[in-house]
């Protein structure tokens, strides 16, 4: 069992671990893997629009197989003077070791409009393998709500960056509010030399504080699907992704409200 786990961690997961291991939040992850609209810092400018501080825990299991989890902690400090973000993501299996530290910084330029930047550190580790040096990115992004019902966001991943292995995305998305229980997501990305791609996904409150989360993603295109609860200080999140060939992804979240 533990070879074959090896050869599936090899040959699968490194061509999946680019969009898997970016630090998403739970909701992002059953919103259809949204980057720009995540109300977590994926965006950094979002961090303005943050209601309190909070602290948040999660993990990510891949394929439904208990070795491959990622193990992530995040605290969000909103203030009046710089909001900040920090989140630290860690993936081991065997002798092969992924861990990413996340900063985030952004400032209202007006009540409505909001920029932001990440620097991110991640360092790759296996044995016999040259990529051991630490890889540092930054990200640039841009949130501005219209009004009540529709927010435009704007994300530039890998603005700069160290090394050859991230290419630099665009991620431009818009959240509409049909009415107070249901929001709608649409969001666009393309790295500049494949086709581009596409997000998309509902967030329905079926009861106070409660939930259903649903979407698609379409590189490769899958389904996603989510739920969320509410209750006191905390809420807890649950997020399924779905691989075309390797089957059902999950993640489970719980964050508390300071």
Known sequence: MKTFLSFLFFCAVPSTMATDFTGL??????????????????????????????????????????????????????????????????????????????TGFSKKVTSRIAVGANLRFQKIS???CEYTKPFISA??????????????????????????????????????????????????????????????GTEIELADHFYFRMGLHSSPFAPTFGLSFSFDAFTVDLALDKHQILGFSSMLGVTYHL
């Open 25 to 102: 939040d739970v909701r992002s992850v059953s919103l259809g893997r949204t980057h720009a609209l995540s109300e977590s810092f994926v965006n950094p400018s979002y961090l303005s629009f943050q209601p309190q501080k909070s602290i948040a825990t999660s993990v990510y299991n891949q394929f439904q197989i208990k070795e491959l989890n990622t193990y992530t902690l995040e605290g969000i400090l909103p203030n009046k003077y710089l909001d900040a973000g920090l989140l630290v993501s860690e993936f081991f299996y065997a002798n092969y070791q992924q861990c990413l530290v996340r």
């Open 139 to 200: 990200d640039l992004g841009l949130f501005f709500r219209l009004n009540k019902k529709i927010d435009l966001a704007l994300l530039v991943e890998n603005v700069v960056d160290n090394s050859s292995l991230d290419k630099c995305i665009l991620y431009a998305g818009t959240t509409y509010t049909i009415i107070s229980p249901c929001k709608l997501l649409l969001e666009f990305y393309s790295d500049f030399n494949t086709a581009p791609g596409v997000s998309a």
């Open 126 to 128: 296996m044995d016999n």
